[in-house]
């Protein structure tokens, strides 16, 4: 994280001021059973936020590139194919997005053209490049609604719709001149929300592609937008914007009334350069990732800054233009986009 101003927080973050800390007391031995990586758990530093001896909110638990680094071999056989062709697994090109429910991980791979799916449950893995004649050129988004994977397409402006068996269940075009960018399900009323940074709105559309909403159009006004990127609800159902170039993130309820809004533009800690993927936890904080900064920041809902975690690298809990970011319990999925990986953090609890 750039430093230049300091804030405290003593009731969440002590005295950590701007910086970041990352501790590497001991090594991490492979507690995570939800996702096994018995040879890279054994060997990564413990790495966690804020550095001692404030008590640590948020650690790194996982880091993955490709279905094996979380516990998927493909069968035997076609690896013993390998040998002789020399292929490989499928490995993350450029990914933008994530989403994760119910043992199920999606990444949305721009670079690769594919959606790479994981099953964690069965140990299945499926890379879709495309859904029925529609082949996939750019995902950037991914969500699970109803026992289907949706899939927004920045470089085809569809929405291309897949069973959890990564087979085709169908699909529709987006409006003429669209780039779709964020998505996000609402369960609770079998909505899908779509970001369109192209026409400065997001929509809302329902399970069979009609339109039921429209929020928002270009301005710098309260629920106005200027180009708006990643989606994330929470518990109550209340939508959060990305405003990318009005760096802030906006909200609304679920009715499209506009809740609150924080953030602005610097290069401090607290501002925004390049907001990127929001997500918001079991206790109401909110994460937004910054790509400028390589990092991701914490708010509380009122929007005060917390905490931040992450710094411009290759190494465990570094980032390299980081996008898309998750949250499913108390996993923290983020999209390392140019070191071609996802890292997975834990929620520790014990914010205010």
């Known amino acids: 994280m750039r430093s230049v101003r300091q804030k405290r927080f003593a009731h969440w973050a002590g005295a950590m001021g701007g910086a970041v800390g990352v501790c590497t007391l001991t090594l991490f031995a492979g507690c995570d059973r939800l996702h096994p990586q018995p040879n890279a758990a054994a060997s990564r530093p413990h790495v966690a936020w804020p550095a001692p001896p404030e008590r640590e909110r948020i650690e790194l638990v996982q880091i993955f590139r490709a279905p094996s680094e979380i516990g998927i071999q493909r069968?035997?056989?076609?690896?013993?194919?390998?040998?002789?062709?020399g292929g490989r697994e499928a490995h993350l090109v450029r990914p933008a997005g994530v989403a994760a429910a119910n043992n199920m991980i999606a990444v949305a791979d721009a670079g690769g053209g594919a959606v790479h799916l994981y099953d964690l449950e069965r140990h299945r893995f499926h890379a879709l490049s495309a859904c029925g004649e529609a082949r996939l050129r750019e995902p950037v988004a991914v969500a699970f609604l109803n026992d289907r994977l949706y899939v927004a397409d920045a470089g085809t402006a569809r929405l291309d719709v897949f069973d959890l068996e990564g087979e085709c269940a169908g699909g529709w075009k987006l409006d003429e001149g669209s780039r779709p960018a964020g998505l996000v399900a609402d369960a609770a009323r079998g909505r899908l929300y779509v970001a369109n940074p192209s026409a400065h709105q997001v929509l809302a559309f329902d399970a069979t592609g009609a339109v039921v909403a429209r929020i928002g159009h270009r301005g710098t006004g309260p629920g106005e937008f200027n180009y708006p990127?990643?989606?994330?609800?929470?518990a109550r159902g209340r939508l959060y914007v990305t405003d990318a170039l009005n760096f802030r993130i906006q909200i609304f309820e679920p009715d499209g009334t506009l809740v609150s809004t924080f953030g602005h533009l610097g290069d401090g800690t607290g501002d925004f350069a390049r907001p990127k993927g929001v997500g918001i936890d079991r206790d109401g904080h909110i994460y937004v990732v910054d790509a400028l900064f390589d990092a991701v920041q914490i708010f509380d809902t009122h929007g005060n800054y917390l905490l931040g975690f992450g710094r411009h690298g290759t190494r465990e809990g570094q980032f390299w233009l980081p996008s898309g970011l998750t949250i499913d319990g108390d996993r923290i999925y983020v999209v390392d986009s140019y070191n071609q990986r996802v890292q997975v953090f834990r929620y520790l609890g014990g914010g205010e």
């Open 75 to 85: 069968p035997f056989w076609r690896r013993l194919g390998d040998l002789v062709t």
């Open 229 to 234: 990127g990643w989606l994330a609800l929470d």
